[in-house]
């Protein structure tokens, strides 16, 4: 990979000294000025972004280009599809089959191998993903880990199934590491999949107007202007709110008049909440989901990635309204900070009324995208259940308590299954967005809808509880913040989804981290190699402080309850780790297996429990080949009363031998898995020795 000169010094910089994240606020007062010198001197007509064109093959040409342009009364310096300020408008049809045909024309980068690939980098690498479309995550679809590098071309192909949702998505570039800088310039546009909503005729007959949000960070260099990347990886607020790339345009209304508005969250730097009290929305699908109702909203809360689809009803009084972003609770913004009023849209009332009426609920029921039974049941889930933690610092964006492996996934799920999830923020507000599938989100009291998306909001300390499908694509993808910032500089995991009614697709494969520690210096190991052995560092003990040994309880794969009941009196091995996802766990394991003579000689049994339930049913063959029981610990119980639970929460590796008698004879609590538990055991056995 090559390093763009300067931008990731700055980005270590800026890494290495937080306060500088305080001082790159420093904009809002200049922003708001001109916000407002803006909004009283101009009155730039609204207008939709360009349509795509779409040749007879089905295919559309996006070219990434710098440009030079007026934006806004200045001059900006940006990368572009197009050359435009938002990418040219894409539409298609369920059955259809969208071609895109992506040019990276920037120049190529000088410079050596970055030193992270969690740190902004690789600013003239680009790619394309299709937020919101249920398509496969593997080339030639949505494949987020192909890298089109500065002047290559590389022709996408989306097939969409015939009863695919219609709705609002997105594409924009997703080349982790320059992310939020490219959407940050203008790279993202709307993608409408046609059909649904769009066929009752209220909603027919209202004016369509799509609204990429946008934010950008701009600083003056020379007189010209360019996106700030020091600022804009600072989470510094926007110097601009555009939409389509001009700030506060005029739409213009008649009074009575119904217009149909796709409002897409295309920016990274915050959370937009557009208020207007002239306007009543009734929003009818959220993240291009129609959600088979309309509800009267006081407000349009928009996380970056998000969309929201609303018939917007013009008051029966002519004259100008406005609408504006304000966040007055700091908890809800991915800023931590409360912003002050933006205005973002202006909306001129005039003309002769035109009263248009709303669409009837049986119609908007009709064409919801989802009906109640397709939310995963209890029993669906019962065994499949996930915790993810989310949590940022000043340095860091983490999920699980690591940052992105781009070689390691870190779910593994079954294709044709479901699951639930629960994710939580334990610092920060972070947008959860995960490819290929969308999610329901359990509502807040009982007898409410679940709510379909693609991307939800995670203030801290609130769980969200998540039900998920994994239906017709197996393959390599993400989940992660859909604040960008955080996305680039590590907050994503790989998930793999896995078909195992057919073999393993061959082509290039995913490299596999021989250990952490091996990844986390950029070693990488090809599959099936050996792996080398790394000492598991032992961390404070803490309890049980008792010697003896906790009762504890886990489920194998058929769901059957498994306890320590089965294990009284006898030489039992406890082996507690992060799951077989987990490459070095996995290693463990099969340590474990391959010695098992060794330890049934000395009489230990061992069991495995593994932290949450990340094996499947599925999984029944291979875990049947180990010589143990391999269970699982959804609720983590046992793990925190056997103290392997960290400050976080998150689970550590634990090793603990039992004795007949219920005793603790070795308690080993460590960030990685011990490479070589059998000698530890022998040790212990032979001597005497307490491993505490
Ligand atoms: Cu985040």
């Known amino acids: 990979m090559r390093l763009h000169r300067g931008i990731l010094s700055a980005a270590v910089a800026l890494l290495a000294a937080p306060n500088i994240a305080a001082e790159a606020q420093e904009p809002i007062n200049a922003y708001s000025q001109l916000d407002r010198a803006q909004s009283l001197a101009r009155s730039v007509p609204f207008q939709n972004p360009p349509e795509a064109t779409i040749s007879a093959s089905g295919l559309v040409d996006l070219r990434v280009r710098e440009v030079v342009q007026d934006f806004n009364g200045v001059q900006l310096r940006h990368r572009s599809y197009n050359g435009g300020l938002v990418g040219p408008t894409i539409r298609i049809r369920p059955g259809a089959?969208?071609?895109?045909?992506?040019?990276?024309?920037?120049?190529?980068?000088?410079?050596?191998?970055?030193?992270?690939?969690?740190?902004?980098?690789?600013?003239?690498?680009?790619?394309?993903?299709?937020?919101?479309?249920?398509?496969?995550?593997?080339?030639?679809?949505?494949?987020?880990?192909?890298?089109?590098?500065?002047?290559?071309?590389?022709?996408?192909?989306?097939?969409?199934?015939?009863?695919?949702?219609?709705?609002?998505?997105?594409?924009?570039?997703?080349?982790?590491?320059?992310?939020?800088?490219?959407?940050?310039?203008?790279?993202?546009?709307?993608?409408?999949?046609?059909?649904?909503?769009?066929?009752?005729?209220?909603?027919?007959?209202?004016?369509?107007?799509?609204?990429?949000l946008q934010q950008f960070v701009l600083k003056d260099v020379g007189g010209t202007y360019e996106i700030d990347h020091a600022a804009l990886y600072g989470q510094a607020l926007p110097t601009h709110t555009t939409i389509n790339g001009v700030a506060t345009p005029t739409i213009v209304m008649r009074p009575g008049e119904v217009q149909r508005w796709r409002v897409i969250h295309a920016g990274t730097a915050e959370a937009i909440f557009l208020y207007s009290e002239g306007l009543e929305f009734h929003e009818i699908a959220v993240d291009g989901l129609a959600t088979g109702r309309k509800e009267l909203k006081a407000s349009l809360h928009l996380y970056p990635g998000q969309r929201s689809d609303v018939l917007v009803k013009a008051p029966a009084t002519k004259g100008p309204q406005l609408a504006y972003s304000i966040i007055r609770d700091p908890e809800k913004s991915i800023r931590g900070q409360t912003t002050e009023q933006t205005n973002v849209l202006r909306i001129l009332v005039e003309g002769d009324p035109l009263p248009m009426p709303l669409p009837d609920d049986a119609a908007l029921l009709a064409a919801a995208a989802f009906k109640p039974a397709d939310v995963p049941t209890d029993s669906q889930v019962r065994h499949k259940k996930r915790h993810l933690r989310f949590r940022d610092s000043a340095t860091e964006f983490l999920i699980d308590g690591k940052p992105f492996d781009p070689n390691c996934p870190a779910h593994r799920i079954d294709l044709n299954t479901a699951e639930e999830w629960e994710l939580v923020s334990l610092a920060g507000t972070h947008p959860f967005h995960i490819h290929v599938n969308p999610f329901a989100v359990k509502p807040a009291a009982a007898g409410e809808p679940w709510l379909w998306r693609d991307t939800v909001v995670l203030e801290r300390?609130?769980?969200?509880?998540?039900?998920?499908?994994?239906?017709?694509?197996?393959?390599?993808?993400?989940?992660?913040?859909?604040?960008?910032?955080?996305?680039?500089?590590?907050?994503?995991?790989?998930?793999?989804?896995?078909?195992?009614s057919t073999p393993a697709p061959t082509g290039p494969a995913l490299a596999v981290s021989a250990s952490h520690a091996a990844a986390s210096t950029g070693l990488v190991v090809p599959a099936g190699l050996p792996l080398p052995a790394v000492a598991g560092a032992p961390i404070a003990a803490s309890a049980p402080s008792?010697?003896?040994?906790?009762?504890?309880?886990?489920?194998?794969?058929?769901?059957?309850?498994?306890?320590?009941?089965?294990?009284?009196?006898?030489?039992?091995?406890?082996?507690?780790?992060?799951?077989?996802t987990c490459m070095h766990c996995a290693e463990q394991l099969t340590t474990l297996k391959k010695q098992i003579g060794i330890l049934r000689a000395a009489g230990v049994q061992p069991v495995a429990v593994s932290a949450g339930l990340p094996e499947a049913p599925s999984d029944l063959a291979q875990l049947e080949q180990f010589p143990f029981p391999v269970l699982a610990d959804a609720d983590l119980k046992c793990f925190r009363d056997y103290g392997c639970l960290d400050a976080q929460g998150l689970p550590l590796h634990g090793i603990f031998l039992i004795d007949e008698g219920n005793n603790v004879l070795l308690a080993r609590r460590t960030e990685t898995a011990v490479a070589d538990p059998t000698s530890l055991v022998l040790n212990v056995l032979k001597s005497g020795d307490k491993g505490e």
């Open 97 to 212: 089959t969208l071609g895109v045909h992506l040019h990276n024309e920037l120049p190529l980068e000088a410079g050596a191998a970055h030193p992270s690939v969690n740190l902004p980098h690789g600013f003239n690498d680009t790619n394309l993903h299709t937020h919101g479309l249920h398509v496969s995550p593997r080339s030639p679809a949505d494949d987020v880990y192909r890298v089109v590098e500065p002047r290559e071309s590389y022709r996408f192909e989306f097939p969409l199934a015939a009863d695919h949702p219609a709705g609002t998505c997105w594409y924009h570039a997703h080349k982790h590491g320059s992310t939020a800088f490219q959407l940050a310039g203008g790279m993202a546009g709307a993608l409408v999949v046609e059909g649904g909503l769009d066929e009752i005729p209220q909603i027919r007959a209202a004016e369509e107007k799509i609204l990429v």
């Open 546 to 580: 008792a010697s003896t040994a906790p009762p504890w309880r886990a489920t194998d794969v058929r769901g059957r309850s498994v306890s320590s009941d089965a294990f009284r009196g006898k030489l039992s091995l406890l082996v507690l780790h992060r799951g077989l």
């Open 461 to 500: 300390n609130k769980p969200v509880v998540i039900r998920m499908s994994f239906k017709n694509f197996a393959g390599l993808t993400v989940l992660h913040c859909h604040n960008l910032i955080h996305e680039d500089m590590g907050m994503m995991q790989a998930v793999e989804i896995v078909d195992r």
